[in-house]
């Protein structure tokens, strides 16, 4: 089935692309300021997660501050179309992405000082 935008709905993504040239502004440093703020990167334990995401294996990596464990990012870093091989991969990976290769910092859920109520 072929499907055809119509002259209006054309003309509105027209005006909106032109626009948002003028709505758009440019971010200030501030605003970029945890980009140059990497320094607690280098103390980070490294989590691998494997999921199963349309027909392949996706190993995803979060890198925790293990002094403030608030502070964390996550990453994809490859897709694999293999359990076997996924699992393998991100051992590897893990290992040379992590400050101490032998695994001994970490992150738990005691950590965060969570009050469930």
């Known amino acids: 089935m072929n499907q055809v935008l119509d002259d209006d709905a054309y003309n509105m993504m027209l005006c909106f692309l032109d626009n948002q040239h003028y709505t758009e502004i440019s971010a200030d440093k501030e605003n970029l300021i945890f980009l140059q703020n990497d ?55 893990r290992r040379q992405a992590a400050k101490d290769q032998r695994g001994t910092l970490a992150v738990t859920i005691n950590d965060l000082n969570l009050c469930i109520n």
Request: net charge positive; aromatic share 20%; hydrophobic share 40%.
């Open 39 to 93: 320094w607690w990167l280098a103390d980070t334990a490294v989590i691998d997660t494997i999921n199963y995401k349309k027909g392949g294996w996706e190993v995803y990596f979060t890198f925790a501050n293990y002094k403030k464990p608030l502070q964390f990012i996550v990453r994809k870093i490859i897709r694999c179309y293999s359990e076997t091989k996924a699992k393998t991969a991100a051992h590897y990976m």
